[in-house]
């Protein structure tokens, strides 16, 4: 069982930076690929980037792409999400998530592990 834990949400104005971090707890997230996904008010929850157990391959949503890095460090158990050049559309709640089965995590009916999420709003 894994437990993770999101932080580092808040408000922040158009063109700002914000740095999400994950922290897991339960087992080791070598182990695992991780990514983070997001929803948006009355929509669904979308896919955001992606990292490989070993942290050697990224992926990431169209929209994000060059503005958001995604890390990890296993010796920390953490995963964080860089995001640079924000906009308005990106707010929403931002979830961490873990798979033991994918080598990417894209889809989140493939995560096995969610943490509760953190938000995140970018005013205009």
């Known amino acids: 069982q894994v437990q993770l834990v999101e932080s580092g949400g808040g408000l922040v104005q158009a063109g700002g930076s914000l740095r999400l971090s994950c922290a897991a707890s339960g087992r080791t997230l070598s182990e695992y690929t991780m990514a983070w996904f997001r929803q948006a008010p009355g929509k669904e929850r979308e896919f955001v980037a992606t990292?490989?157990?070993?942290?050697?391959?990224?992926y990431y949503e169209d929209s994000v792409k060059g503005r958001f890095t995604i890390f990890r460090d296993n010796a920390k158990n953490t995963v964080d999400l860089q995001m640079n050049s924000l906009k308005p559309e990106d707010t929403a709640v931002y979830y961490c998530a873990a798979s033991g089965r994918h080598y990417y995590l894209k889809s989140r009916y493939e995560a096995d592990y969610w943490g509760q999420g953190t938000q995140v709003t970018v005013s205009s």
């Open positions: 990292i490989t157990w070993s942290g050697s391959s990224t």
